[in-house]
């Protein structure tokens, strides 16, 4: 095991003993921490996990989960190539919104999470995840554009559970996804 991934595990032991939300994690099955390699050049995170995440117990396995597989094909990458977690590690009842307080609860632990991965590109995906880094942007106006902030680069995207029920906004994300791999070269460049 590498020590990127010993220092992940280490954070997810620490939410378990800390229990930053219990009423959260009392009507959840499991904690879904996050999935993938611990050295990856792209990080996704979403807002929280959904019913499938909290059955299997990792990010991004359902509906929007599949699309997310279908475009990182497009642009030759795997699950495999990626970490995928969210902002909340605990599914929310019925599926609603995080709460702020239920962000800011978490935000340390992903920040954790990143500090360790030291992703190239950070990926928000949908505007709880953009607006936990950078809270004055709107998705609707940066999507696709990649941000510098705090010495990471992220790039806002919709998410891709709103292109399941939006079909105009599923080419937007499609066009938006493409443009990862020149993203990725220039920052490899600088």
């Known amino acids: 095991m590498s020590t990127k991934q010993a220092q992940l595990d280490e954070i997810q032991a620490k939410i378990l ?5 219990p009423e959260l994690r009392r009507t959840a099955t499991q904690l879904v921490f996050g999935d993938g390699p611990a ?5 996704f995170i979403g807002e929280a996990p959904g019913k499938n995440e909290d059955l299997q117990g990792k990010p991004f396995v359902g509906a929007a989960g ?3 597989n279908e475009m990182l094909e497009m642009i030759d990458l795997t699950r495999d ?5 969210n902002i ?3 599914r929310p009842p019925a599926n609603r919104d995080p709460l702020p307080e239920e962000k800011s609860a978490f935000l340390p632990y992903l920040e954790s999470q990143l500090e360790v991965i030291q992703p190239k590109l950070v990926i928000t995906l949908g505007r709880h995840s953009l607006n936990c880094f950078l809270p004055d942007l ?10 510098r902030f705090q010495g990471r680069v992220f790039l806002p995207l919709f998410h891709p559970a709103a292109a399941l029920y939006n079909g105009g906004m599923r080419q ?3 066009d938006d996804f493409a443009l990862i ?4 070269k220039k920052l490899e460049s600088n």
């Open 39 to 43: 050295d990856a050049d792209l990080v």
């Open 17 to 21: 003993a800390d229990d930053p939300t």
């Open 181 to 184: 791999p020149t993203i990725l």
């Open 81 to 85: 190539d990626v970490y995928t977690t």
């Open 138 to 147: 709107s998705i609707s106006k940066v999507h696709g554009q990649p941000k």
């Open 172 to 174: 937007t994300l499609i």
């Open 88 to 90: 909340v590690k605990f």
């Open 66 to 68: 599949r699309f997310l």
